[in-house]
């Protein structure tokens, strides 16, 4: 069974960092893209960063999290990671991990999510 | 950037309605669109992909189409258990887009 479980989320201030993680099981991870999406509380979903298979090292991110997040991923470990800086107020959000589906960019499967919260 | 833009934004039908959502890229996608269901509180849930591919274990009952620009998801028979807000999203290269949901009531 694929699961995916995310981990890191917290209150944080503005301008500050945070770091989540993603534990995948139940499927090869090294042979699957990876993404975050996030959604801000009452919001629609928003793509926030992709990392292909191990086979291409190809990495994109949303305009707004462009500079600020980085994404990583530890195939040994079968984990996933983003790194948060300079956290702003719309960042706020719950977060999740999602797997990408083989032969297209959608979403198969999704983590439960974690929630990240942004403020003074 | 290539935008997508959902139609209704809410809907309120009956069961047993036939439900249609509309979704239209700014510039063509061929065929590369999804579409989720998320329910109330919980997590998002692939339902199509290739604009018109069931995903494995999703009833029968829901169907996409479309290529282009102009996409619709249809329920053909809606269910008490489809309350749910459906997002379409496209995969036409970078930026990965959703549309801004579909709210569907009974």
């Known amino acids: 069974e694929v699961q995916l479980v995310e981990s890191g989320g917290a209150l944080v201030q503005p301008g500050g960092s945070l770091r989540l993680s993603c534990a995948a099981s139940g499927f090869i991870f090294s042979n699957h893209a990876m993404s975050w999406v996030r959604q801000a509380p009452g919001k629609g979903l928003e793509w926030v960063s992709y990392?292909?298979?191990?086979?291409?090292?190809?990495?994109y991110y949303a305009d707004s999290v462009k500079g600020r997040f980085t994404i990583s991923r530890d195939n040994t470990d079968n984990s996933l990671f983003l790194q948060m800086n300079s956290l702003r107020a719309e960042d706020t959000a719950v977060y999740y991990c999602a797997r990408v589906k083989f032969g297209s960019y959608s979403f198969d499967y999704w983590g439960q999510g974690t929630l990240v919260t942004v403020s003074s | 950037d290539i935008q997508m833009t959902q139609s209704p934004s809410s809907l309120s039908a009956s069961v047993g309605d036939r439900v249609t959502i509309t979704c239209r890229a700014s510039q063509g996608i061929s065929n590369s669109l999804a579409w989720y269901q998320q329910k109330p509180g919980k997590v998002p849930k692939l339902l199509i992909y290739a604009a018109s591919t069931l995903q494995s274990g999703v009833p029968s009952r829901f169907s996409g189409s479309g290529s282009g620009t102009d996409f619709t998801l249809t329920i053909s028979s809606l269910q008490p258990e489809d309350v749910a807000t459906y997002y379409c999203?496209?995969?036409?290269?970078?930026?990965?887009?959703f549309g801004q949901g579909t709210k569907v009531e009974i």
């Open positions: 990392f292909a298979s191990s086979t291409t090292n190809i990495i």
């Open positions: 999203q496209k995969y036409y290269g970078f930026p990965l887009t």
